[in-house]
């Protein structure tokens, strides 16, 4: 009989990330957009890591990813006065336990001003 996976603690953490994505052929933004911000929850062992995976399944669904912006783990977002409601400590530990990115929210964007969505705010 094989042997299971070692339990010890996992060292992935869930990376709060601001997203802008230019316009690319087949995005899916609105036509009149030029862009699109997102606010996206991604687990990784460091930030660079969360980052690095949320811009490959970005550009897998066809999206032109022009800046990333870290805002830090959920301990450091609180640490730093963000109230993360229930909603978003739920999609957090969604990310957690399944390893992956969430898009939490997405705003097109008009004209060539970045709007911060309003979790983030």
Do not use: F, W
């Amino acid at each position: 009989m094989a042997q299971g996976k070692d339990k010890s603690p996992s060292r992935q953490q869930v990376y709060t990330l601001l997203v802008q994505c230019g316009r690319k052929a087949g995005d899916g933004l609105p036509d009149k957009a030029t862009g699109a911000a997102m606010v996206c929850y991604a687990s990784g062992v460091d930030e660079a890591e969360a980052v690095r995976e949320t811009v490959a399944i970005l550009k897998q669904a066809d999206l032109s990813v022009l800046d990333v912006t870290g805002y830090g783990t959920r301990e450091e977002r609180a640490a730093q006065g963000h109230d993360i409601d229930p909603a978003e400590a739920n999609l957090m530990d969604r990310a957690l336990a399944e390893n992956s990115v969430i898009v939490a929210q997405m705003e097109p964007l008009y004209g060539d001003g970045l709007e911060i969505p309003q979790v983030l705010q």
